[in-house]
């Protein structure tokens, strides 16, 4: 089942977070293995749908998305890895630009920047706050809009895009005035 065939499932009755399940975890999955890698993933995740499932009685479809309520319940936990998502990223920027080593760093150089910026890119991000880091990988890792961003994170639409700002401005400075992000130009 795909996440589009998903609407408004009854979470009260088990098959209807099931639906959820299947739709959604291998969204949920790849976004959680871009911020900590493959080892941490899978215990992030089923959190994620664990903590979801727990509290489905207080999903509220009015106020977000089922997609965007998975998202920020699994950035929340990404929060509480983060000492992993940090030394994955420094490890990332000790790395030759020219190793071919898959990871994190690799998968947010190809989405973000140039190949070539790997290492000096990972370091950047890892130097990063959490607000301004969070909105940054739900952009470049998940594809999330400003607006599911907010309804994700808990925090007003406007916010998105001054973290965001912030965040382009401090990898720019960080990356010697390369720009970081594709199609951005400025």
Same mark, same amino acid.
């Given at each position: 089942m795909t996440a589009a065939a998903v609407r408004d499932p009854d979470l009260a009755e088990p098959e209807g977070f099931s639906e959820i399940f299947d739709a959604y975890f291998g969204e949920i999955h790849r976004y959680v293995a871009q911020r900590l890698g493959p080892d941490d993933a899978e215990d992030v995740v089923a959190e994620t749908f664990l903590t979801a499932f727990r509290k489905r009685d207080r999903y509220d479809p009015g106020?977000?998305?089922?997609?965007?309520? =998975?998202?920020?319940?699994?950035?929340? *936990?990404?929060g509480k890895h983060r000492r992993t998502e940090i030394r994955a990223l420094r490890a990332m920027e000790r790395v030759s630009p020219d190793r071919d080593v898959p990871g994190l760093a690799d998968v947010v150089a190809v989405r973000v920047s140039a190949q070539s910026l790997g290492p000096s890119l990972a370091g950047a991000i890892a130097r990063l706050g959490k607000g301004d880091r969070d909105v940054? =990988?739900?952009?470049?890792?998940?594809? *999330?809009?400003?607006?599911?961003i907010a309804t994700a994170l808990g925090i007003p639409y406007g916010t998105v895009g001054s973290r965001l700002n912030r965040a382009r401005k401090k990898l720019r400075k960080a990356l010697g005035g390369t720009n970081p992000m594709e199609g951005d130009r400025g």
């Open positions: 106020r977000a998305s089922v997609r965007s309520w =998975l998202y920020g319940i699994a950035t929340n *936990l990404v940054l =990988l739900l952009v470049a890792l998940a594809g *999330l809009s400003h607006e599911e």
